[in-house]
């Protein structure tokens, strides 16, 4: 999506949806096209993150570019409207609104109550913003509101995957790390954060335990590696 494409088919009022897989250029997009239009018309943006670490990301790549950005978390902002603060008050003085990983109003929804709060704006018209999603999943995006403005695909290509396993126990994950070859490095996702500790506990030589900062088990999560991660 060039600068041109923005400047001959974008306007106020439109929602934008970018679909592109893991990699393929969402955040350049964001942190280098979008804020040159940004900056040649005065327009301030604010990007929406899903994950604190992201955030942090985020506020590295933009630490220059802060005169057109204001990066927030969903989860802050979904705290204020849900103590009654009207969204349209809350970013009155941005005319950009990013919704990162824009599948976070649904993924999130089983374990957060506050997701429909920010949700109800994709039904919502604001004549002087753009909105702008970004996601590699939008099926369920589309399902919940499919009138779109503008829709970009920049189509998947998952031929680096050399193999996929699938298993039912968690024992079985326990067996893959176990005997993970010399050099090789692996990543465990657990819908528990309590199960992620525990696994990181039987590797504790060899691993680093992380987790949000809203987390029970914050305390015992590596700051180093979140650094690393994030910078």
Known sequence: ITKEEIYNKWAMGMKVLITAQTGAGKSYF?????????????IRCVLFSNR??????????????????????????????DGGIDFGA??????????????????????NRRTDLLLKTLKQKFPNKIFVFLTATPQILLEYHRNYDLKYNMGSDYSYIESLSFYTKDSAVEAILQNLEYG?????????????????EKFAEESSFICSESSDYKNYRNEETLREIAF
Do not use: G, P
């Not at 090789?184 to 990181?200: L, P």
């Open 30 to 42: 964001i942190q280098n096209t979008l804020y040159e239009y940004c900056k040649e018309n005065d």
């Open 52 to 81: 604190d670490l992201l955030k942090r990301q985020n506020m590295a790549f933009l630490e220059d570019k802060m005169d057109v950005f204001n990066v927030e978390n969903y989860q802050n902002i979904e705290i204020k409207l």
């Open 90 to 111: 809350l970013f009155s003085k941005y005319q950009v609104v990013v919704f990162d990983e824009a599948h976070h109003f649904f993924f999130d929804s089983s374990f």
């Open 184 to 200: 090789e490095k692996a990543i465990f996702f657990a819908n528990k954060t309590k199960d992620a500790y525990m696994m990181a």
